[in-house]
């Protein structure tokens, strides 16, 4: 079946430090990749999403590009901050237009 | 923007009670989705809805029903709560089938639920 598997964590930086969370996915079809983000205490927003091999989805100085090649998706950002402490989901679409996430990984920032 | 409301942020329920726990959303949106969030398990899917009266079952099902008699409007049953059902509930909506956005899934704040 459909799966994405993600880093665990939690990760914790420094600020500015250089981040990345590393995805990868079942390759059945094409799907759709996202990233999820989730803030203490809230539900889960978009971050950002790629349609199609080799696109680049951006967002708030994060980048993922859709690997096919590698099925991967990984997440980066090149000086997080602390606002960016978070948990943030891997994901990709399937049938029925379900989604399934990976399972989250923590990442706190330190000033 | 798209808002997903959910009726409670907090509830404790006893073990055996029937659970209501309701999801609204405001954009007119085909597909709703519940979800429970479980420490190292992320989101798994409980059930789903792509049209008013439509419920299909996802992953985890057990110990669960739906109800969408209107479209903005999703229901999570727990015909008799048990402990193992405490955990953090979802709701979710997406579009459906027109539009760049169609799979993009937007969330409520959730519902901590805890079965004592």
């Known amino acids: 079946g459909n799966s994405v598997t993600q880093m665990e964590g939690p990760v914790t930086l420094s600020e500015e430090a250089f981040l990345t969370i590393n995805c990868t996915y079942t390759?059945?079809?094409?799907?759709?990749l996202f990233w999820y983000v989730q803030y203490p205490g809230e539900g889960l927003q978009l971050l950002l999403k790629?349609?199609?091999?080799?696109d680049k989805g951006s967002n708030k100085g994060f980048e993922a590009t859709y690997r096919k090649e590698t099925t991967s998706f990984h997440l980066e950002k090149g000086s997080v901050q602390v606002s960016d402490s978070a948990v943030y989901f891997c994901?990709?679409?399937?049938?029925?237009?379900?989604?399934?996430f990976g399972t989250g990984t923590k990442l706190q920032v330190i000033p | 923007d798209v808002k997903v409301t959910q009726s409670s942020r907090y509830l404790v329920k006893r073990t055996g009670e029937k659970v209501f726990l309701e999801c609204v959303q405001d954009?007119?949106?085909?597909?709703m989705f519940w979800y429970r969030q479980d420490p190292g398990l992320g989101l798994r899917l409980i059930y789903f809805?792509?049209?008013?009266?439509?419920?299909e079952k996802g992953d985890i099902p057990e110990g669960y029903s739906v109800s969408r008699e209107k479209k903005e409007r999703f229901s999570l049953i727990l015909e008799s709560a048990s402990t193992n059902q405490t955990s953090m509930y979802l709701c979710?909506?997406?579009?459906?089938?027109?539009?760049?956005?169609?799979?993009?899934?937007?969330f409520g704040p959730g519902t901590r639920l805890t079965v004592l």
């Open positions: 979710a909506s997406s579009p459906g089938t027109s539009g760049s956005r169609y799979n993009e899934q937007f």
């Open positions: 390759a059945t079809g094409y799907p759709s």
């Open positions: 790629a349609t199609k091999a080799d």
């Open positions: 994901a990709r679409a399937g049938g029925y237009q379900k989604v399934t």
């Open positions: 954009m007119d949106h085909e597909n």
């Open positions: 809805s792509y049209d008013v009266k439509m419920k």
